[in-house]
């Protein structure tokens, strides 16, 4: 009988497979471990940005486009300087990373990129059926969402969708060392809806509307909302737009990991490491990954303590508050930000603050609604 053909397969290519395909490769314990990524195809996609904050350097210092000290929150009433004193804002263009994974990954002769759709894979044979072919492995990581999350109503969805337009103008209008994490003053029908801006040089800037709503909208929404922020908030009339970039971010407290076995773990927002109250995906898939490694060099189940369940229960509770009361999204951020320090606001989301300091965000967010949702999932 035929033993498996790789050690490990990675289906999909995007950011949490390659990720963790760079992380396996430079580790000198997998080094001859035969190691499949399967996706459908491996051309380098040019149409999203992933940022992230960080205290200190990183692999990733010599791929990002751009990278702030200072940010701003603006809501209908107040302005709040943010000053990273401690951290870095950085954003990374898809286009950099992937050029940068696949060129890496393509030097060791330990990895295999192969082209293919994977329909299912069977927890007892350990074979993956594609459209080409099937694949054997002795585990899995599974980048795949799973069918039973477009199905159940019995958890919370919030859809982080937005448009951005990279623009460029005649005269001076952006500060390049300020970025604007949320800026509230035009908000879509009392949706949580805001404008976020990162800015390039005096003449440059990604745009994007984004919504955290329980519903989705139409294309020329965006559009509406964008050339209207960039009218009557920034004044423009002269401007080109040199680039779009759209997407759908899921927001939820659906438990992903209930689907990683000691053979088959879940990675990506497939595995639920989207941070569920935020939608910032990129540090997290690194700190899992990292968590990984450890794992299995240890002889656990790559899955073991992924998750901290007190961080799952405070996104559960504030998804819930925005699928029931939308409205408020611009007052609890509002109150985010000017009652704590973004050292603070940085810890608590990176999922490194102690109970106590948990207690002091929470206290800062007091409204009754979050009573309401607190008493409804813990039931659950």
């Not at 952006?174 to 908000?187: G, S």
Request: net charge neutral; charged share 30%.
């Amino acid at each position: 009988m035929l033993g498996p053909v790789y050690f490990y397969a990675i289906v999909g290519g995007g950011l949490a497979g390659l990720q963790l395909a760079l992380r396996l490769k430079d580790d000198v314990f997998f080094k001859g471990k035969k190691i499949a990524i399967i996706d459908p195809s491996f051309k380098i996609a040019k149409d999203k940005t992933w940022c992230f904050w960080e205290k200190g350097n990183s692999r990733w210092d010599s791929l990002i486009s751009a990278e702030w000290h200072k940010g701003k929150f603006i809501a209908t009433t107040t302005e709040e300087n943010l000053e990273l004193t401690l951290y870095s804002y950085k954003m990374l263009t898809s286009e950099k990373f992937f050029e940068y994974a696949l060129a890496e990954i393509r030097k060791s002769e330990d990895f295999f990129l192969i082209e293919d759709e994977i329909s299912k894979i069977d927890p007892v044979t350990m074979k993956a059926v594609g459209k080409k072919k099937t694949y054997n492995a002795t585990h899995f990581f599974d980048s795949r969402i799973p069918s039973e999350y477009q199905e159940t109503q019995d958890y919370t969805k919030i859809y982080q969708h937005f448009k951005g337009y990279h623009v460029k103008t005649e005269t001076p209008v952006f500060n390049p060392n300020q970025f604007t994490m949320m800026d509230f003053r035009l908000t879509y029908k009392n949706s949580t809806s805001f404008t976020y801006i990162l800015p390039f040089s005096a003449t440059e800037a990604l745009v994007e509307y984004t919504f955290f709503t329980p519903f989705l909208t139409e294309e020329e929404i965006y559009d509406k909302q964008l050339q209207k922020y960039l009218s009557e908030y920034l004044k423009l009339d002269n401007y080109e737009v040199l680039n779009e970039e759209q997407g759908i971010i899921p927001m939820t407290d659906f438990p992903f990991e209930k689907n990683n076995s000691p053979k088959i773990t879940k990675i990506g927002t497939g595995g639920g490491w989207v941070k569920a109250s935020t939608g910032y995906s990129f540090k997290h898939t690194e700190k899992k990954i990292t968590k990984i490694i450890k794992n299995i060099k240890s002889g656990y189940e790559p899955s073991k303590d992924l998750f901290r369940s007190k961080y799952k229960f405070y996104d559960a509770i504030f998804l819930d508050v925005l699928a029931r009361r939308n409205d408020k999204g611009e007052q609890i951020f509002s109150k985010f930000y000017q009652k704590n320090s973004v050292e603070e606001i940085f810890a608590f989301l990176d999922e490194e603050t102690t109970f106590t300091e948990d207690l002091k965000i929470m206290f800062s967010l007091f409204d009754p609604e979050f009573i309401v949702s607190f008493f409804k999932k813990f039931r659950l």
